[in-house]
C-alpha cells in the first residue's frame, strides 16, 4: 500500500499483488477446515453404524419407497434406522407439528394394539403410512424382521370419503377406519371433493415409478374419475402436483396424506418440491452475481484507460 501512495508501483500491479498475498495467506488456512481428506469416496468414510441382520434381510427389498418402523430401539429418537431405512421414526428437533400430533394420537396407540396381538389388522395409521416392515425384537432379544401384509402402498383408491368438521374429529376418525376403502377429509377442503361421488373398479391401479425426496412419479389406470390418496406428507407450501405435465390441485387427507381426484384413464402423475421462496432466492442471487461481476469489469476497465492515458 506505501509502494502505491508513493508511487513505487502502478495501482493495477498492486491488485494483483494484493490478490496473490490474500490466496497465500488463507490457502493454509482454508486447508485446515477443507482439505484431502474432505472429498474421500463414500466407500472410504467410516460407517456410523452397523447394519444387523435385519436391516440386511429388509434392504434385500428393491422396490422404491416403504417405511420401516423399528421397535428395538427408541423409536422416536433413534438415528440408526434413519440411515438404513425410510424410518418411520427418528429424530428431529423441528418435525412438523401435525406430524408430532400423529406419532402422539395415532402411531404409539397402533404400536401398544400391535404389541398386544402381534397383528396389524387394526392398526390403521402404521398400513396407510406403508409401513411394510417391522423390527422387532425376537426370543433372544436380537432385532427380527415382522414383514406388513397390511402396508396398503404407496398410493391408492378409495371408495368413498367421509368429511368431519376440524383436525381433531379428523384424528380422532383414522384410529378406527379402513384406509384403503375410505378417506378422511377436513371440510375446509370441502370443496375439493364439491359434486364428487368416488367409486374404484377392481382393475383400477396407482404404481410409484420414481422416487426422489423431491420428485415422485406415479402412473395410474383408472376406469373412472378416481380419488386417489397418496401415502406421502402433505405440505402445501413448495409441493406442486402435475398430471401428464398440467398442474392439478391436490388436498389433505386421513390428516397427514395427500389426496387428488384424478381423470379416468391412464396417466401420469408428479408431484414436485417447487418453493417460490427458493427460485427467488436463485433469481436474486444470479441477478446480484452479474451485476457484481459488471461493476469488477466496469472497474478494471476505467483503472486500465486511466493507465493508458498517463502513459501516454
Known sequence: MFAVLFNKIRKQYAYLILSALILIDMYPIAKRYLNDQSFRSKSQVATPFEPTPADEQILQDKTPDYRVLNLTVNTFNDASTSYFHKSLGGYHGAKLRRYQELIDGGIQKDIEIFARSMSTDSTSVLNMLNTKYLIIPDNNRQPAVFPNPKAIGNAWFVNNFNLVENADAELNAI?????????????????????????RDTADAIRLEHYAPNDLLYNYKSKNNGLAVFSEIYYPKGWNAYVDGKLTPHFQTDYVLRAMILPAGEHKVEFKFEPKVYYIGEKISLISSILLILVVIGLAAVEIRKSIASGS
Do not use: L, W
Open 175 to 199: 384410529k378406527k377406519f379402513n384406509p384403503r376403502e375410505t378417506a378422511i377429509i377436513n371440510k375446509k377442503f370441502a370443496e375439493d371433493v364439491k359434486g364428487f361421488s368416488p367409486g
